[in-house]
């Protein structure tokens, strides 16, 4: 089963900044969408808007709309307004994307694990972050390991929160916790 891959704004946005959106479109080549949620968010900074939209127009990335009147509506409404006890209310993208991603049965990419890790362990979902991704490029061969610490340098540099330092420390990481 070919999953798609949902991503909330810091994800997406993470690849956008460095201009090496063409990693994800390599490895998710037509199973990449975004919720409008995520859009609108990007849509506020002009240069990810025309990014995103470059990418939207292309059909290399689907916009998803939630119907606030379904069983996916409702839950994100609570994940965003009154989530249960023991879960943190969290923002407008991330919610949509796991919502989506629960729907769809697909994989969320999103950075933002302490807000997100209950709810992909409640309903069981694939999840990807932006390091994470960056392996698999590596691993498929789209990267070599110099590259990638160059991106992950740029990342940084471009306020994106990474775990490690370097590409080759997450490497490491990586294969030792593999």
Same mark, same amino acid.
Request: with cysteine; charged share 25%; hydrophobic share 40%.
């Given at each position: 089963? $070919?999953?798609?891959?949902? +991503? ?7 690849? +956008? ?16 969408? $975004? ?32 119907? $606030? ?19 943190? +209310? ?7 994307? $796991? ?16 807000d997100i890790i209950p709810y992909i362990q409640l ?47 997450? +490497? ?7």
């Amino acid at each position: 089963m $070919i999953e798609p891959l949902f +991503l909330d704004t810091d994800c997406l946005s993470t690849f +956008l900044v460095v201009r090496k959106e063409n990693l994800m479109l390599q490895l998710y080549n037509g199973r990449i969408g $975004i919720p409008k949620q995520v859009y609108k968010e990007l849509e506020k900074v002009s240069f990810l808007k025309s990014r995103v939209d470059s990418l939207i127009n292309s059909k290399r990335v689907l916009v998803y709309h939630l119907d $606030i009147n379904t069983e996916s509506g409702a839950l994100y409404l609570k994940m965003t307004k009154n989530p249960d006890v023991g879960f943190k +209310l969290i923002g407008s993208g991330e919610a949509a994307a $796991i919502v989506l991603t629960k729907q769809y049965n697909g994989i969320l990419g999103s950075n933002n694990m302490r807000d997100i890790i209950p709810y992909i362990q409640l309903f069981g979902l694939k999840h990807r972050t932006s390091a994470d991704i960056m392996v698999e490029a590596f691993e498929q061969n789209l990267i070599g390991e110099g590259q990638g610490n160059t991106i992950w340098r740029e990342m940084l540099d471009r306020n994106r929160k990474l775990p490690t330092n370097t590409f080759t420390e997450f +490497l490491n990481k990586y294969k030792h916790d593999k």
